[in-house]
């Protein structure tokens, strides 16, 4: 099954690194131009040497009035990839207000900005569009410390589906991915891909093709979603998992 974007226009936040960066090759590779927003200068200007098609933006999306501002002059946008995210694990009895308004501020607010800027474009122009959000696992599921991410993972999956009701009718469609742990610097910072990791190896234990994802592994079914071969689907939370989550042992 090929899928192409020519004639089309993504916006990816996170494109600097990881999961957003694949993800922006790939889109151009298909044809697609992008708009790669991220808050790294030089992580955006080794994408933008990569492909001709990527119009990097630097912008910390947690920032909600100069987003707001950055993406009056992107211009029309047809499919958008709500990437960027952070994972700053702590327990219950050590967070601050300020450490939870910074996970909320990224992970869940600036879809709620950038996701209804971009959709109300789309429903000026009359086309439609299609909008992924990058979930997690940990958006059905919970594990001591990632209290606060977990919750902001639930909150961008209600996201998900409350947007495919309200932008539905105008042909939006709006899904999310919910991978397990990803081999990125996310995973590498909280040393899951590490081999002495106890939590990690118990979580390959228990997953029924014993491996952790790659960016590929994600970046497919964001594409498959993002394309008119899932023109009937919205609404859904797609698990990259593996099988973990079907695994009672
Ligand atoms: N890796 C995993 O195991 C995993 C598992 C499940 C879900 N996810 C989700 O997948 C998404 C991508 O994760 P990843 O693993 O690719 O992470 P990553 O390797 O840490 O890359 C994240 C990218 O997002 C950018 N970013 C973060 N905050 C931003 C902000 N406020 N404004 C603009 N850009 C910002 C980062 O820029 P800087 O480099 O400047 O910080 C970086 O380029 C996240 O939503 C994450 O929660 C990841």
């Known amino acids: 099954m090929?899928?192409?974007?020519?004639?089309?226009?993504?916006?990816?936040?996170?494109?600097?690194?990881?999961?957003?960066?694949?993800?922006?090759?790939?889109?151009a590779e298909c044809g697609a131009e992008v708009v790669a927003v991220s808050r790294t200068q030089s992580d955006l200007e080794s994408l933008k040497k990569e492909s001709p098609k990527i119009q990097p933006l630097c912008l910390d999306i947690s920032n909600w009035d100069l987003t707001k501002n950055a993406l009056?002059?992107?211009?029309?946008?047809?499919?958008l990839v709500n990437n960027a995210g952070i994972m700053e694990p702590k327990e219950y009895g050590t967070y601050t207000e300020q450490d939870f308004d910074k996970t909320f501020d990224i992970n869940v607010k600036a879809i709620v900005n950038i996701g209804q800027m971009i959709a109300n474009d789309m429903k000026t122009r009359g086309k439609g569009g299609a909008i992924v959000n990058v979930s997690s696992a940990l958006g059905f599921t919970v594990a001591p410390s990632y209290g606060v991410y977990c919750a902001s993972k639930g909150a961008v999956d209600q996201l998900t589906r409350s947007m495919a009701v309200e932008f539905g009718p105008c042909n939006i469609r709006v899904n999310s991915v919910n991978p397990t742990v990803v081999r990125t610097r996310m995973a590498e910072k909280e040393g899951l891909l590490d081999k002495n990791n106890e939590f990690a190896q118990n979580?390959?234990?228990?997953?029924p093709l014993k491996r952790?994802?790659?960016?590929e592994d994600v970046i497919n079914p964001v594409l498959f979603l993002l394309s008119d071969k899932a023109?009937?689907?919205?609404?859904?939370?797609?698990?990259?998992?593996?099988?973990?989550?079907?695994?009672?042992?």
């Open 231 to 249: 023109a009937m689907i919205t609404g859904i939370t797609v698990p990259i998992d593996g099988g973990l989550a079907i695994n009672y042992v």
């Open 2 to 27: 090929e899928i192409v974007f020519h004639g089309k226009r993504a916006l990816v936040t996170g494109a600097g690194k990881g999961i957003g960066r694949a993800l922006t090759l790939k889109l």
């Open 203 to 207: 979580m390959i234990k228990r997953t």
């Open 212 to 215: 952790f994802a790659d960016t």
């Open 72 to 79: 009056k002059s992107v211009g029309p946008i047809d499919l």
